[in-house]
C-alpha cells in the first residue's frame, strides 16, 4: 500500500514574548517544548505553548509554495 507524504506543523505560542510561529517537520518527535527557540527573542527555557497538526504533502509545497520571494 501506498504511504501519502505527510508532515506536522507544531504550532508554538512563546509565553515569554506572545509570538505565535509555526515549525514544518518531517521528525516531530525530535521537538518539543525544551528544543525550541522564539524566533523573535531568543527565549529557549521551554516555556512555550504547542499544537502539533498532521497535514498531508510535502513541506515545499507550502514552504515557499507559490509565495513569492522577498527581497533579502
Not at 518539543?32 to 527555557?45: F, L, R, V
Amino acid at each position: 500500500m501506498f504511504n501519502e507524504p505527510a508532515y506536522t506543523r507544531l504550532k508554538v505560542k512563546c509565553l515569554n514574548c506572545s509570538l505565535h510561529f509555526i515549525l514544518c517537520t518531517s521528525t516531530p518527535e525530535r521537538h518539543d517544548a525544551t528544543s525550541i527557540y522564539c524566533p523573535q527573542c531568543g527565549h529557549h527555557d521551554g516555556q512555550f505553548m504547542l499544537w502539533a497538526e498532521r497535514v498531508s504533502g510535502l513541506i515545499s509545497n507550502d514552504v515557499p509554495g507559490k509565495s513569492p520571494l522577498l527581497d533579502s
